[in-house]
């Protein structure tokens, strides 16, 4: 394994606490939302804000974590993809979750428009 695995495979080990708590990391990074039935949501943002490494302006997807009700915030500035996730692993994780609904709403709205 290389030292990036390594490191990566540690910061998944430290998101979980013996007592069940989650990682001050994970929580910096996310957003709770219990009314979200999908592991991927488009949404459109009141007004800006920044979440872990993620600055939106407008247009984001909640993209859903390893735990119950907490979300990554991807987002796309410029053509270039961002998530809130300091672990790389995670945020190419999720920007991959993130480009693949995308790409599914826009085949949708391909086939409706034939």
């Known amino acids: 394994m290389s030292i990036r695995g390594m490191i990566s495979a540690r910061q998944r080990d430290n998101s979980y606490r013996p007592d069940g708590r989650i990682a001050q990391s994970v929580l910096d990074a996310t957003i709770v939302d219990e009314t979200i039935t999908q592991s991927v949501q ?8 920044i979440k872990g490494r993620a600055v939106v302006t407008r247009h984001f997807y909640l993209v859903a974590s390893k735990f119950t009700f907490r979300y990554y915030v991807v987002v796309v500035h410029q053509g270039k993809w961002g998530c809130s996730s300091k672990d790389e692993r995670v945020a190419a994780q999720c920007i991959a979750r993130a480009k693949a609904y995308r790409q599914e709403l826009l085949a949708r709205r391909m086939a409706i428009a034939v």
Do not use: L, S, Y
Not at 42 to 49: M, Y
């Open 42 to 49: 488009r949404c459109i943002a009141q007004q800006p804000f």
